[in-house]
């Protein structure tokens, strides 16, 4: 059996099961006693399983529980914590086949990039497990005699995590990780659309000797947890990812508090195309970074500004890209590009491209939903591309988070740089020149946490991963800038 055909042996013996909270090593219902179910993305009709429909109250038992772990477990000798983290990597990688079908069920996405995900997530873990090796201070010279100074580094308490629905497994991997690592404890509240690969790695996490109580599940709609997570006294630190505009909320929450806040927030890549010598590794990076997960990364390019020497060229080469994109269910195998993750979220891209029309720009290539036969149970749209495309419109400054791609002619350096900074956000950028000197300047100019130089905006395991403007706040995630979010200083004097 290749993949795909062992995908669908395993969803067709599968059964749904009913989750609970996960608080304190114990799966238990809400209070609430409401749940709901998750279906399959690419076969609405099949549920997959049922979760709790959770209230305050349990945010409260979660963060409890996470409060008195904190005792034993922000003390437990760094590296006693990142030898379970080691072991959780392990994990990942031997129940990759089983993890990544879960992650394509609930959210779309084709099986290659979910078992990438999965691979990714344990390559993050390994990063993590070793910072817990290493947190290090600092000893400084004394003003007088026999007084030795240090900065030590102190995990800060309880960290609520909130994530969005478009990677299930490197999600919350990425914040469970590095908070363990560094010796906090964690409330994580997935996306309500996906919280199935959350609850796996829960057992996992205890599987590989996570303490009870070290990692809490709480699963619900944000609008009725989050308040109370964001808010709650014992919280000490919220790490989010997810809409600017929510983060901006969760902001203000957390700053009356004095909380720790670290954002990850949406995003309006470009990719500043200026000389290549080859216009189809260009297209091929470009198209790569805008259709994986079906746009739906906040680090998809989804600006293509071009100059318009360049412009004809690149546009046919975009769209032979595209043509060989094919669409379909997370099981077959030459699918490579999966549905949206539900008809609400493809609604509002669909919506979107008629708003770039209206706005005057053409579409060139796709757009259209596909509902036929094989499409008839999930959300699936051709990916777009829309030319003629000018800076100042809503489509050119709003996040679609979905594959849709613009066109922007410009006619200089300059003038490119101007249009990719023209925007609230400033996540990831990718440039294509062969000019060093251009590459160094657009590096230096370019508004974002990250930049690709001839390549599309694909991060690194082990690298600072963030963004500035509104797409982001606090310590970069991923790589040793976590530290600075999970941590806090002291300072020591000691007299002899
Ligand atoms: P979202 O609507 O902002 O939701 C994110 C999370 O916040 C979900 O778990 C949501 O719960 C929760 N939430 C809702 N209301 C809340 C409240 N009042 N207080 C606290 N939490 C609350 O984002 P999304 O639609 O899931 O995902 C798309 C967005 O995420 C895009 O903007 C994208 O760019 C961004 N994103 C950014 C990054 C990055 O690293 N920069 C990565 C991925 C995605 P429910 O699911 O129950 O609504
Ligand atoms: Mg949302």
């Known amino acids: ?16 099961k009913a989750y609970g909270n996960y608080i304190n090593g114990n799966w238990i219902n809400s209070v609430s006693g409401e749940t709901y179910t998750i279906y399959n993305a690419a076969n609405n009709k099949q549920p997959l399983a049922h979760f709790p429909k959770s209230t305050p109250e349990d945010v409260n038992q979660a963060v409890s529980a996470a409060n008195d772990a904190f005792e034993t477990w922000s003390v437990l000798p760094g590296p006693e914590r990142g030898a379970i983290l080691y072991k959780v990597a392990d994990m990942l990688e031997e129940n990759l086949q089983e993890l990544s079908f879960i992650v394509s069920a609930e959210q779309g996405k084709v099986l290659n990039e979910s078992m990438g995900e999965v691979l990714r997530a344990a390559k993050e873990t390994r990063f993590c497990a070793g910072e817990a090796f290493r947190m290090e201070g600092k000893t400084l010279p004394a003003e007088r005699q026999n007084v030795w100074n240090s900065t ?11 994530a969005p629905w478009n990677f299930p497994m490197i999600t919350p991997i990425r914040k469970i990780a590095p908070a363990l690592a560094y010796g906090c404890t964690v409330v994580y509240k997935p996306a309500t659309a996906t919280p199935w690969t959350s609850a796996r790695i829960m057992e996992l996490l205890t599987e590989a000797g996570v303490p009870d109580g070290v990692v809490n599940l709480i699963v619900g709609s944000g609008s009725t947890v989050g308040d109370s997570l964001v808010t709650h ?31 990850e927030l ?13 216009e189809n590794h260009v297209a091929k990076q470009i198209i790569s970074a805008a259709c994986t ?102 489509i050119a400054k709003e996040e679609i988070f979905g594959p849709v791609l613009t066109i922007t002619e410009v006619d200089s350096v300059e003038e490119a740089l101007s249009v990719a900074n023209d925007v609230d956000y400033g996540l990831a950028a990718s440039v294509f020149t062969n000019d060093l000197s251009v590459a160094h300047q657009c590096a230096e100019k370019i508004e974002s946490g990250m ?13 600072p991963f963030g963004g500035t403007k509104s797409s982001g706040f606090g310590a970069f995630s991923i790589g040793s800038s976590n530290i600075e979010f999970f941590t806090e200083l002291k300072t020591v004097y000691v007299e002899y």
């Open 451 to 463: 930049v690709h130089i001839n390549h599309g905006t694909a991060s690194a395991a082990h690298l």
């Open 152 to 162: 030590v580094r102190k995990p800060v308490g309880v960290i609520a995590e909130i």
């Open 1 to 16: 059996m290749n993949n795909g055909e062992k995908m669908l042996h395993f969803l067709e013996n599968h059964q749904a």
């Open 293 to 394: 997960c079906s746009g739906q990364r906040c680090t998809s390019i989804s600006r293509v500004i071009v100059l318009r020497d360049k412009k004809d060229e690149l546009v046919k080469a975009l769209s032979n890209q595209l043509e060989k994109i094919k669409i379909g269910p997370a099981w077959d195998d030459n699918a490579n590009m999966g549905p949206l993750v539900n008809k609400g979220h493809l609604d509002s891209v669909q919506n979107y491209i008629a708003i770039g029309v209206q706005e005057g720009a053409n579409l060139i290539y796709g757009g259209e939903l596909l509902e036929d036969e094989q499409y008839s149970k999930g959300a699936y749209m051709k990916p777009a591309l829309l030319d003629n495309v000018k800076a100042s419109m809503r």
């Open 266 to 278: 949406g995003g309006k890549n470009p990719a500043v195309v200026l000389d290549y010598s080859n």
């Open 233 to 263: 006294p014992d919280v000490k630190g919220i790490s989010f990812t997810g809409s600017t505009e929510l983060g901006q909320q969760i902001n203000q929450l957390a700053s009356k508090k004095f909380a720790k806040t670290q954002l």
